[in-house]
């Protein structure tokens, strides 16, 4: 499976964005995808992910109330809502899928690059 994300960009604070990924590939053996973004000179952080069936999710408390996490099986697309973005939103995001890999994440996509300026 190649992950392709897009839809980052520039925004200011207290702004929206979408952002999404996309699966080439047979999607049947993904067991969940998630989003992880990483600010320059930080660690890797984990916003949100989704599992692929049942569509259950989990967010950190960091992100929880305003990013929401969905898929379109259909559509091989897994998206990203980010609502009321703060500075510290800023980072590259990247998502990933589990495929046939239990729980961990096996499959990366390169990545889009989100600026909140304040």
């Known amino acids: 499976v190649q992950l392709q994300a897009y839809g980052g960009g520039l925004v200011q604070t207290g702004d929206s964005l979408r952002l999404s990924c996309t699966a080439s590939g047979t999607t049947y053996y993904i067991y969940k995808m998630g989003w992880f973004r990483q600010a320059p000179g930080k660690e890797r952080e984990f916003p949100a992910h989704i599992t692929w069936t049942g569509g259950s999710t989990l967010y950190p408390d960091s992100v929880r109330g305003r990013f929401t996490i969905s898929r379109d099986k259909a559509k091989k697309t897994a998206y990203l809502q980010m609502n009321s973005l703060k500075p510290e939103g800023t980072a590259v995001y990247y998502c990933?899928?589990?495929?046939?890999?239990?729980?961990?994440?096996?499959?990366w996509g390169q990545g889009t690059k989100v600026t909140v300026s304040s």
């Open positions: 990933a899928a589990s495929v046939r890999a239990g729980h961990s994440y096996n499959s």
